[in-house]
Structures are given as structure tokens and as C-alpha cells.
């Protein structure tokens, strides 16, 4: 987790991701359609990338990405955050890490 504390530090809402994973791409695309300011990392594309993910597992995120924090706080995976949607609380979750500001 020390290394995930700096990247998630003072961000309403935080992506872990790969530039090729179509399930990051769609986590982000959801979060985006709220209108949430967010903050999208790439692990394929950072240096200490093995060691994000291997933090992600230990979180217990599998596969590694999408993992989403919201307010600091681990949400999960795509799973978690489609199932949150659908029972309508990604809203308040957002709302609550001041990611948006009306819903």
C-alpha cells in the first residue's frame, strides 16, 4: 500500500489501469459519464509498474486493473464499480469524495 498512498494522495477519484485493457477503458468511460474529476494511471506505462500491481493483488484487486479508489478508499475492481452503478450508490460515493458536485 506505501506505494499506492502517494498516487491516491488528495485525488477524488482514482483509475488504475492498462492503455490496452478494455475493462479500464470502460471504468473510466462510467466514471467520466458522472462528470467526476478523476485521475487515470497506466501501470503499463510507469517504471515501478510491477510494484503498483503487485500492491493491487495484495489489496486483493484480480486481475491487478481496473482497481478504483474513491476518496481514498479501495472500491475494487470493474465488477465493483458496474454493481455500484447499478444500485444506484456510485453517485453518492462520488458525491461524498467531492468528484462531482450535483447528482
Keep these: 500500500m506505501d506505494v499506492l498512498t502517494p498516487l491516491i494522495?488528495?485525488?477524488p477519484v482514482v483509475i488504475f489501469g492498462k492503455s490496452t485493457c478494455c475493462m479500464s477503458h470502460t471504468v473510466t468511460a462510467l466514471i467520466a459519464s458522472f462528470g467526476?474529476?478523476?485521475a487515470v494511471i497506466e501501470v503499463d506505462k510507469m517504471a515501478s509498474g510491477k510494484q503498483v500491481e503487485s500492491a493491487l493483488v495484495q489489496l486483493g484487486c484480480h486481475p491487478s486493473v481496473p482497481a478504483v479508489f474513491i476518496g481514498q478508499q479501495f472500491i475494487g475492481g470493474a465488477d465493483e464499480?458496474?454493481?455500484?452503478?447499478?444500485?444506484n450508490k456510485l453517485?453518492?460515493?462520488l458525491l461524498k469524495a467531492k468528484?462531482?458536485?450535483?447528482?
Design 9 to 11: 494522495a488528495d485525488k
Design 36 to 38: 467526476a474529476s478523476r
Design 81 to 87: 464499480l458496474i454493481k455500484l452503478n447499478v444500485q
Design 91 to 93: 453517485s453518492q460515493l
Design 99 to 103: 468528484a462531482i458536485f450535483l447528482w
